[in-house]
């Protein structure tokens, strides 16, 4: 990293610092309790002490910092609010959101390994699985010993996951599997897959396939502009033995994989409040510093507005997940409701991206700041766990009664 000035008389040491402030213009603070603000403090210093100095070179070469999986796991990043029996944190829905938001204030990618192996691979074992299947696996996830992936998209059937052809057979004492994911986040490094696929009745199942079984592949998928930092990859099945045993035996049908969604979906809502906080912290910053007419930036109206809308929409998003973590650990929270935050969080993030990026003029383009960075994962995070569209026909649906999918 080069500490020397640039053209633009920014001194790039600093900006290369994880300066970083929390915003809290409602007084939100007020509504967490200590154990709330105990765990953000947490997670933001171990983000500013491991993942910052290197995030930036990371994405630059679109490679995963492998090494921060277990650490993820040293911090109770993997399934906060599962029990605390099989060594996940047992805390409250509100505590896995902020945790959610401190990664993504670091990058999208890094939140992403945790959401996934959390909300995608414990929860559905922990919730669907057996007690065997629970003991077997949720205490390595735990600590990030094994590393899990979720497969529900196909090439041919994203939005739609309910059109899937990947497909099991029943073959005595396990199950034939055939077929293929694609785009699934942390693939090539995972130990296990949760994999939906049609049993022969046409109903959906879930799996736990194995790295190593005969004939399951996860070839990586290159050429990202967006989650650089993180990996992702296919999962290719064929006729891999899928011992009956692997089966999760308390779901059959759609809704198991859309409870997961549902789950990582409000991580989400949370995570992406996070980026959003980031490139507002900067631009704020960079307002304040960036001299050009004989005064700083921020003197002029235009930025202000910027700014200003900026801190309204975080102050509405995380008022929102807030009541929403409310409904979740009351156990009401509708996942409608999840999708609304989902959509808003992920929304409101890239448009402040994009007025910040904006905001930092020529400089708001390089890796000299976290912009350009959370930019371009938030067109991901606005489409994984369903589309901008997807979630607002989904509220069209709650609202009207009116169901535009089928
Ligand atoms: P539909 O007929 O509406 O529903 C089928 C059954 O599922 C139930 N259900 C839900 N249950 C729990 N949570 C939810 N969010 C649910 N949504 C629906 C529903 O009640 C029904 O139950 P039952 O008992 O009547 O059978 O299904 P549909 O085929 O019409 O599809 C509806 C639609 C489009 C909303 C849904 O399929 C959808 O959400 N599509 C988006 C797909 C998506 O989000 N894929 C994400 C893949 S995973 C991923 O992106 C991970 S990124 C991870 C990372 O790196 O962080
Ligand atoms: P499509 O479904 O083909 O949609 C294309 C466009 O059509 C979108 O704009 C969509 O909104 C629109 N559209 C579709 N249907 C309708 C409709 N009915 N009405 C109006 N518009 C519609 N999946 C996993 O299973 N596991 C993972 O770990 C995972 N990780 C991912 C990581 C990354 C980096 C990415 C990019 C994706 C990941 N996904 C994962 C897949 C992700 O969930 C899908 O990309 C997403 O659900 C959209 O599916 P699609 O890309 O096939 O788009």
New binding site residues.
Partial sequence: MQDNGNSNGVVNKSAREDRFQGHDYYNIDELLSDDHLLARDAVRSWVKQEVSPIIEDYANRAECPKHLFKGLGEIGAYGPSLPAEYGCGGMDEISYGIIMQELERGDSGIR?MA??QGS?VMYPIYKFGSEEQRKKYLPKLATGELIGC?G??EPDH?????GMITNIKDDGDAYILNGAKMWI?NSPVADIAVVWAKDEEGKIRGLIVERGMKGFTTPEIHGKWSLRA?ITGELVFEDVRVPKANVLPNVK???GP??C??K?RYG?AWGAIGAAMDCYDSALRYSQERVQFGKPIGQFQLTQKKLAEMITEITKAQLLVWRLGTLANAGKAT?AQ?SMAKRNSCNIALQIAREARQIHGGMGITNEYPIMRHMMNLETVLT???THD?HLL?TGMDVTGF?A??
């Fill in positions: 992403s959401s996934v995608l979720f529900l998209t994203g939005s739609d996951p309910g986040t993180s049908g759609l809704k859309l409870s969604l549902s990582a989400i996942p999840i994984y766990e369903g997807i989904i169901n999918f089928k």
